[in-house]
């Protein structure tokens, strides 16, 4: 079968995007331990812990949503892919049982086969 799109193609592309967003996630709570440790250490600076927080945490967050994002995406491509598969499927078998049915053809209503 033949596709305009090659779904083994994108579904490989996806899979090395799931892991990236995997690696982010687990990057991600690197990051917000290291943040909760520098904040812990700042408390002492309570305007320089404010002015890092400030920073710090919405970069934290942004890592988070970035997964979170990423994969509710590759969900909605997933389930893409699927309907894309499942209608080409139903398309090939449609075409091939009207190939098969000479009966849809009534010559009284449509006139006589092209020579």
């Known amino acids: 079968m033949s596709f305009s799109v090659q ?7 996806a899979e090395r995007v799931r892991l990236a967003l995997d690696d982010t996630l687990d990057r991600s709570a ?4 290291a943040v909760d440790a520098l904040t812990d250490a700042l408390s002492g600076l309570p305007s320089a812990r404010a002015a890092f927080d400030d920073v710090a945490r919405a970069r934290v967050d942004l ?10 995406a590759l969900a909605a491509l997933r389930a893409v892919v699927i309907a894309y598969v499942a209608a080409d499927d139903e398309m090939a078998a449609t075409t091939t049982r009207s190939g098969a049915d000479a ?10 086969w092209p020579l």
């Open 7 to 13: 779904p083994d193609e994108v579904v490989g592309i």
């Open 30 to 33: 690197a990051l917000r331990e």
């Open 63 to 72: 890592s988070r949503g970035i997964a979170s994002r990423g994969r509710s």
């Open 103 to 112: 009966a849809l053809f009534d010559p009284s209503r449509f006139g006589r």
